[in-house]
């Protein structure tokens, strides 16, 4: 990013960021920069297959395994269930995807991927992994294997976080 006077400015020259003095404060928010950073630079990279940042998740879910159900997409995709359901209209309006009602419980459907939906799929999981090399590149496999590490703790920590405050009775949104 540039700064008014047209200076780049850095993540370590971020006015937020040096403004926190905890270590822990600090990796929150570049964690959070990070994804920001990460969805704005894919959608300049995924743009000419037609696939959003926001749309990645449920993509490679149903790569992975077609035809679940959006209940398995918003429990594997770590996505809220309003986000899922907004994506598969989107998704599903630009032909990647078709839904059909689950035999089993007639209130449920099934998501599968389109054929143009596979068609792209090889592309995508490539473009995914080029820029992942573009943007780890030169940094030293041990420090990318600490961070993957330290990144899954975090995870795991905020996936218990929330799994214990949406379990307690009375609980409300913030938003």
Do not use: Y
Not at 98 to 118: C, H, N, S, Y
Not at 162 to 168: D, L, P, Q, V
């Amino acid at each position: 990013m540039k700064t008014s006077k047209g200076q780049r400015q850095t993540a370590q020259t971020s006015p937020q960021l040096l403004s926190l003095s905890d270590t822990s404060a600090r990796a929150t928010f570049l964690i959070n920069m990070a994804a920001r950073l990460t969805n704005r630079a894919a959608r300049i990279r995924l743009g000419e297959l037609g696939a959003s940042p926001g749309q990645i998740p449920i993509l490679l879910c149903l790569i992975q395994e077609d035809g679940l159900i959006q209940k398995d997409l918003v429990h594997r995709s770590k996505m809220e269930q309003p986000t899922v359901a907004e994506q598969l209209a989107r998704l599903e309006k630009r032909g990647f995807i078709t839904r059909r009602r689950q035999a089993e419980d007639g209130r449920a459907f099934q998501v599968f991927l389109t054929p143009k939906a596979r068609a792209m799929s090889a592309k995508l999981i490539a473009e995914l992994e080029r820029g992942a090399r573009i943007f780890t590149k030169n940094i030293p496999k041990r420090d990318l294997e600490m961070f993957d590490g330290v990144i899954c703790q975090i995870i795991d920590r905020l996936e218990r976080f929330i799994e214990e405050s949406e379990s307690r009775p009375g609980r409300k949104r913030s938003f």
